[in-house]
């Protein structure tokens, strides 16, 4: 079973529309963070979140985190075509040795 | 510079062979990990390891084995090739966890390993 569930698994939108992409789990975790990875790259971060209910700004993407710690969500305001990649959320389960797991992201295409 | 480099970018071999993945940080982190994506750009942690500890996750096959020769270099070394070796490896790296418990991970670009 997936530790870390992401939806969409695909999005593709129009430039200038909005989106949320999803990060969900049963377990509880001790932060979580958000990457984002183009084609021929790795993984670049993107932000953490820590505290249960925390809300990040970057920019048009806003971050929060769940009051449970148990999922976060990422919102893209006015997609642009430089947003496309694949969108990872990863985190660091409390009780374990403290290694990221990652999901299996959100690959999102915003089309001119 | 770049931050976490790893080599070769690509390395396409016949099943059997014994091949290596060589990665060095210039960031002074602490602690390295080598993580495996998929196909379906499932990224799969491999090991982590610092100069105390190695983690290996549970599900790797003994034939992959990771070598440090110093704290900036942690190289992937498999043998006897699989066709399921086949992947984007990524070796990246963190400082020590910080008081939150948040590793933030620099990636290196990625190898891809292609097995014949």
């Known amino acids: 079973t997936q530790l870390l569930e992401q939806s969409p698994q695909f999005l593709s939108i129009q430039e200038g529309e909005n989106l949320t992409v999803y990060c969900n789990s049963s377990s509880v975790f001790s932060s979580l963070q958000w990457y984002r990875q183009e084609p021929g790259e790795g993984p670049v971060l993107l932000v953490t979140v820590v505290t249960g209910g925390e809300v990040k700004k970057l920019k048009r993407l806003t971050f929060q985190f769940g009051d449970a710690r148990k999922d976060s969500s990422l919102h893209i305001t006015a997609a642009q075509p430089g947003d496309t990649g694949l969108y990872l959320c990863?985190?660091?389960?409390?009780?374990?040795?403290?290694?990221?797991?990652f999901g299996k992201g959100t690959k999102l295409s915003v089309k001119p | 510079d770049t931050a976490v480099s790893q080599t070769p970018k690509y390395l396409v071999t016949q099943m059997g062979n014994d091949k290596s993945i060589k990665c060095e940080q210039n960031l002074g982190h602490d602690t390295m990990y080598w993580y495996k994506q998929d196909s379906k750009k499932f990224l799969k942690i491999m090991f982590s390891?610092?100069?105390?500890?190695?983690?290996i996750n549970e599900t790797v096959p003994n034939r992959f084995s990771p070598k440090s020769p110093d704290k900036a270099h942690l190289n992937l070394h498999i043998n006897s090739l699989e066709l399921g070796d086949s992947a984007v490896y990524f070796c990246?790296?963190?400082?020590?966890?910080?008081?939150?418990?948040?590793?933030?991970?620099?990636f290196g670009a990625g190898s891809r390993l292609t097995v014949l």
């Open positions: 390891y610092n100069n105390k500890e190695l983690i």
């Open positions: 990246a790296s963190s400082q020590d966890r910080g008081a939150s418990g948040a590793n933030v991970l620099t």
């Open positions: 990863a985190g660091v389960q409390i009780g374990s040795q403290g290694n990221l797991i």
